[in-house]
């Protein structure tokens, strides 16, 4: 299933041990190697020098509506505990905010957000906003990762848009927006180029 990414931040981490939330997360520690989430920066009133402010995506038993379930307070670790975070954290790398261009060089814009796979936390898709005079008619633009091509610290770099054989809009709902990256990289594959409806609101439903 995908998750978006701004629905994982401010997040509560809940214990088993004391049958409740421990720390509520702040901010996803990627790997710019392979795009996945390694760990989640957290913090609270119980988060302090001692126990660490650092959650391994490994430490977490389950991935909740409600909240990511782990053990107990021990899965939190210093910034120094584990050497792979610590390398990662000391790169200050961010998705957000980083800006997307094509191989060819056509700016597309910048991340706004992304999305992750439930089950592995590795990046799926990302969610870029358009330029001013794009945007009039294609607001955000979602890329799958198999159109990704490079990532370095200022800019992303992506497969140059084609559509050879037109354009394809997918429903941001149910299944078809779950299967979204099957679908993205079976049509985009075709020669279509792939957009999703926009999110839904009140003004939407009413239309």
């Given at each position: 299933?995908?998750?978006n ?91 957000i ?9 056509h ?80 049509l ?20």
């Open positions: 299933m995908l998750i990414a701004s629905k994982l931040i401010n997040f509560p981490v809940l214990s088993l041990q004391v049958g409740g939330a421990i720390a509520k997360t702040e901010f996803a520690v990627i790997d710019p190697d392979d795009l996945k989430i390694i760990a989640f920066l957290v913090g609270g009133p119980l988060v302090d020098n001692e126990t660490g402010d650092v959650l391994d995506v490994r430490s977490i038993r389950e991935l909740s509506k409600v909240g990511m379930i782990v053990d107990s307070a021990d899965e939190l670790a210093s910034r120094d505990d584990i050497v792979k975070i610590k390398d990662v954290l000391e790169l200050n790398f961010s998705l905010g980083l800006k997307v261009k094509t191989k060819k060089g700016k597309l814009g910048k991340v706004i957000d992304y999305s992750v796979n439930s089950d592995n936390l590795m990046v799926q898709q990302l969610v870029v906003q358009r330029p001013a005079i794009k945007s009039l008619l294609d607001p955000e633009l979602v890329i799958g990762r198999s159109q990704i091509v490079e990532v370095n610290d200022y800019e992303i770099i992506v497969k140059d848009e084609e559509a050879k054989r037109g354009i394809i809009g997918i429903p941001r709902v149910l299944n078809m927006y779950e299967d979204y990256p099957f679908w993205f990289t079976f985009t594959n075709l020669g279509f180029r792939v957009i999703l409806s926009e999110k839904s609101n009140i003004i939407n439903r009413k239309k």
